[in-house]
């Protein structure tokens, strides 16, 4: 089935949340929302900038845990310094990949750097699968070529699209691409019509399928549809994120920084987190000059699992 023949694009708008410390930095997150937790395995979309660092102070997130996900790392401008309990001491950079893997548990710091003057980017989880839930702690970095076609440059950082693929390990079947288009150019791309699909606008006015979507919007394409046309609209230069995957069929627990099946699973993560504090779960973060960040209260009622979709 053609894209012009799929269900119509349902269009999530984000919400402004503080990320981080005393030193938070606002982002908008347009996953996960009450009408809609995944798109594939992708649980978690924060977009941000781009910031003038000198009036925002930046990121400065302190060493802070994570569990059942994998963290996706991507920028459009500036620099972040990655340091981990793996021992991995990385910089985040425009069009490079980072993937850390915290199945059972890592902890890790993201601090922008002195050399940024505009930060801009987004920050990305994806759930891991029942089986690899408590999967070891694995940092993954990568540089993907740019495919240019007429009117448009891709970069396929996760998954296969456009004749290229990527290296990185995922647990389950994922697309994740970084998608330019010149001022009303047209894209059709062939994709996998058993995954679903996100394209997220960074800038630029971009039209998927009957819908147009406006910077920061993120447009849901349900399975089905064997190709994607994206139009820009505008009269700049647009770009998106293309977010894909098959349906995540589990149903997850998220609460701050854990993914796990149950309120028990995310009740332990937290009282091990708050009891070692670089503990053998979650390990230290060497390098990083300050006190790890404490987990809030848990809610007084037991967390629900959440559905795909309602």
Request: proline share 9%; hydrophobic share 35%.
């Amino acid at each position: 089935m053609s894209d012009s023949e799929a269900a119509p694009v349902d269009v999530l708008t984000p919400r402004d949340v503080p990320l981080g410390g005393p030193r938070s930095m606002t982002v908008r997150r347009t996953l996960p929302q009450r009408t809609r937790s995944l798109i594939g395995a992708w649980c978690f979309a924060d977009h941000y900038g781009p910031d003038d660092v000198a009036r925002s102070g930046g990121m400065e997130v302190p060493p802070h845990p994570h569990t059942g996900l994998q963290t996706v790392s991507w920028l459009f401008s500036g620099e972040i310094e990655h340091r981990d309990s793996l021992g991995s001491h990385a910089y985040v950079r425009p069009g490079e990949l980072n993937l850390m893997t915290g199945g059972h548990g890592i902890s890790h710091s993201e601090v922008s750097t002195a050399r940024t003057t505009v930060l801009h980017g987004v920050q990305l989880w994806v759930a891991l699968p029942g089986e690899h839930l408590h999967a070891e702690r694995d940092f993954q970095h990568h540089v993907p070529e740019p495919v240019r076609t007429d009117g448009s440059q891709i970069r396929v950082f996760l998954g296969t699209l456009a004749g290229t693929s990527s290296p990185v390990r995922t647990f389950t079947p994922l697309l994740g691409a970084e998608i330019t288009l010149e001022p009303h150019a047209t894209l059709t791309l062939a994709v996998d019509a058993g995954f679903e699909h996100g394209v997220l606008v960074d800038q630029g006015r971009v039209r998927v399928a009957d819908t147009s979507l406006n910077p920061a919007e993120l447009g849901y394409v349900p399975t089905g549809a064997d190709t994607l046309t994206l139009v820009n609209e505008s009269d700049v230069t647009a770009r998106t994120i293309l977010l894909g995957g098959t349906p995540f069929e589990e149903e997850i627990v998220m609460w701050w920084n854990f993914i796990g099946r149950d309120h028990e699973d995310i009740a332990r993560a937290r009282e091990d987190w708050m009891k070692e504090l670089g503990g053998p779960r979650f390990g230290e973060v060497p390098g990083y000059d300050g006190a790890p960040l404490p987990a809030p209260e848990l809610p007084s009622v037991p967390l629900k699992p959440r559905a795909r979709a309602r």
